[in-house]
């Protein structure tokens, strides 16, 4: 059976306190997807990880309408979306993952930017916009 997107499982956190529990979707639409982001919130979802065909991943994590974006290739190289604040601006804290981290404001995006890098992603796991995406070194 060939899969009608790129995008083969979607997993979004729930926490309870301390307790974490996932929920799981196999290849979701992009309306499935659009509505996991729609539930973040930096509190108790924070992180929604979306796993492609060949092994890489995109993540996306926050929520009101402050998020980072980051893709795992394959091959462990690792790329974060960008958004066009200056990088002197204060950095910014967000609960990830159940945990708060501080990140850079260049590293902070809105959900319109996020969706579009998302819609890329899902169609056939490229990277748009190809000239906000920086390597992690």
Known sequence: M???NFIVRAVIDDWHGNLLSDEEVLVPSIEVISDLVGLLNADDRTIVSLFGRNGSSLTIGGGGDRYIVFVSTPDE??????????ETEKNIVLK????????????IIDRTLAMYA?????TDGTLQPADRWEKQT
Request: proline share 3%; aromatic share 14%; charged share 20%.
């Open 77 to 86: 190289n690792l790329w974060n979306l960008t958004s066009e604040r200056s």
């Open 2 to 4: 060939s899969h009608p």
């Open 96 to 107: 990830i993952g159940g945990q708060e981290g501080d990140f850079s404001t260049r590293q």
């Open 118 to 122: 998302i819609r890329s992603f899902f």
